[in-house]
């Protein structure tokens, strides 16, 4: 399986923008989940659904200004990004995870990682 992470770019402080995810090939996965890395910092665990049954679970940096959504039939993940901050920028990741519920902040638990997006608040 191959995911294509897509939808970052260059927005302005107080703006929105929505990332997908696109899964490519057959795959059977607990999670997927959204992470970002800004230059010089550690990847940060954002948002994650449960591919089967839908619930979700958020960052708390992130929770209220962000949404995760998923459509199964044609395997895209979204992030909806809302009330975006300069601190916001970074390139965008989305992985799969066969791991547990209170492991899903964890990225060594995600096993295939998209190739990341960038986004670019300015101030």
């Known amino acids: 399986v191959q995911l294509q992470a897509s939808g970052g770019g260059l927005v302005q402080t107080g703006g929105s923008l929505r990332l997908s995810c696109a899964a490519s090939?057959?795959?059977?996965?607990?999670?997927v989940g959204w992470f970002r890395q800004g230059p010089g910092k550690e990847r940060e665990f954002l948002a994650a659904?449960?591919?089967?049954?839908?619930?979700?679970y958020y960052a708390d940096s992130v929770k209220g200004r962000f949404t995760i959504s998923k459509d199964n039939a044609k395997k895209l993940t979204y992030l909806q990004m809302n009330g975006l901050k300069p601190s916001d920028t970074a390139v965008y990741f989305c992985?799969?995870?066969?791991?547990?519920?209170?492991?899903?902040?964890?990225?060594?638990?995600?096993?295939?990682w998209g190739q990341g997006t960038q986004v670019t608040v300015s101030s």
């Open positions: 992985a799969l995870s066969n791991g547990i519920t209170s492991s899903v902040s964890a990225p060594r638990m995600y096993h295939t």
């Open positions: 090939g057959g795959f059977s996965v607990s999670f």
């Open positions: 659904i449960r591919w089967n049954g839908g619930a979700t």
